[in-house]
C-alpha cells in the first residue's frame, strides 16, 4: 500500500513539473536586416503573463536584440555575435524588441495579458 501511495506522489510531482517547464521564445537579429521572436515556428505577437526563456541568437556584429516592457530592459551587444539566454518574468503590458542601431525598421512588438 505505501508503494502505491508513494508512486502516486512521485507521478503527481513528475506531472505538475512538465507542467510548469518555462516556455521557450526564441529570438534572432541578423545576419541581414531583420529581427524576429517567435515561439516555435509563430511570430510572438500575444503572450501570458509569467516566466518565458528566451534564446537569443546575434548573427551579426552591426545589431543587436534589445527587450524592453515592464520591469524588462535587456539587450545583446552591438559588435558581439552568438547566443543568450535569458529568463524573463513577463508582466501585463506592451514589450517591443529592437535593434538599437536600425530601429526605425528593425524593430518588433507583443502583449502580455
Do not use: E
Not at 541581414?32 to 509563430?42: E, M, P, V
Not at 535587456?74 to 543568450?84: I, N
Amino acid at each position: 500500500m505505501r508503494f502505491v501511495a508513494l508512486a502516486a506522489i512521485v507521478a503527481a510531482l513528475t506531472a505538475s513539473s512538465a507542467l510548469a517547464a518555462t516556455p521557450t521564445l526564441n529570438g534572432t537579429v541578423g545576419p541581414g536586416f531583420t529581427i524576429t521572436l517567435k515561439q516555435g515556428s509563430a511570430k510572438v505577437s500575444k503572450l501570458k503573463a509569467g516566466s518565458y526563456k528566451f534564446v537569443i541568437s546575434d548573427k551579426s556584429s552591426i545589431h543587436n536584440f534589445h527587450l524592453k516592457g515592464p520591469g524588462i530592459d535587456k539587450k545583446t551587444s552591438v559588435g558581439g555575435t552568438g547566443t543568450t539566454t535569458w529568463t524573463v518574468k513577463l508582466k501585463a503590458g506592451k514589450y517591443t524588441y529592437v535593434c538599437d542601431p536600425h530601429a526605425s525598421f528593425m524593430k518588433g512588438s507583443f502583449t502580455v495579458s
